[in-house]
């Protein structure tokens, strides 16, 4: 007598027991940062505390606020911080049903997916938020007193970090979509023009009303394609004298 389980019935099975240890894994990064929770939010606050008039400050309009958002922040960071192993559970449940050509390629995707990733989200905190937050603060009408609901502000920001850390992974999309036959280096570059205007589309749909962090998104979305075109022509050359070689 057999125990083995229907195909369809084993990989349910498998799928539940890599999410739960994808959950385990949050769980544990969020414990971690549970105790530091203030000490995080006044960190993702600084850029936005910097530029503000003096004697201005943030505020919280909800009562629970100053214990909920904090809480918030450490949690989606512990996402961010498990993210390596949530793809290494995505790619060990996906690994069986590739070719080894494709398998092949899997550790340098994911290594680079998770860097530009995190790329991303330093791009975000370093570079767009002391622009964005010194523009808003300088047009604030004179008689306007800057003093921002720290859930608002959470909201915000998370928004942003999730848009610059998935758009920072262009290149290897345009990679992926290279790799698998969907598309050629020659046929992307034809649609260059029509690339271009997406990228500043989704800056503006991504991004608050001001052209400062809409092109700040668009001009790096189009500039990592332009690597990922790079790297996908380079990556067929070598496969190509590799398999003449053979």
Request: with cysteine; proline share 7%; glycine share 4%.
């Amino acid at each position: 007598m057999t125990n083995d389980k229907p195909p369809f019935i084993a990989h349910l099975v498998e799928l539940r027991q890599r999410l739960i240890r994808s959950v385990v894994a949050i769980l544990l990064c969020f414990a971690g940062l549970a105790y530091f929770a203030n000490e995080l939010y006044t960190l993702v606050s600084t850029p936005l505390l910097d530029v503000l008039p003096a004697g201005s400050n943030m505020i919280a309009t909800d009562v629970a606020a100053p214990f909920f958002a904090p809480f918030k922040l450490a949690f989606m960071l512990s996402i961010v911080l498990a993210f390596p192993y949530l793809l290494h559970q995505i790619w060990g449940f996906i690994a069986p049903g590739l070719y080894s050509h494709e398998k092949k390629f899997a550790a340098p995707i994911l290594i680079t997916s998770v860097l530009l990733f995190y790329c991303g989200i330093a791009f975000s905190y370093f570079i767009v938020f002391p622009l964005v937050f010194a523009f808003f603060t300088s047009v604030a009408p004179e008689n306007i007193v800057i003093a921002t609901d720290i859930t608002s502000y959470l909201d915000f920001t998370l928004k942003l970090f999730i848009a610059f850390g998935l758009s920072f992974e262009v290149p290897v999309l345009v990679f992926i979509l290279c790799l698998s036959g969907v598309t050629t280096v020659d046929n992307l570059k034809q649609k260059r023009p029509y690339v271009v205007l997406a990228a500043f589309v989704l800056g503006m749909l991504l991004t608050p009303p001001d052209v400062i962090s809409q092109t700040l998104l668009a001009i790096p979305m189009w500039l990592l394609f332009e690597l990922g075109l790079i790297l996908s022509r380079v990556i067929k050359v070598k496969n190509t004298d590799s398999e003449q070689t053979e």
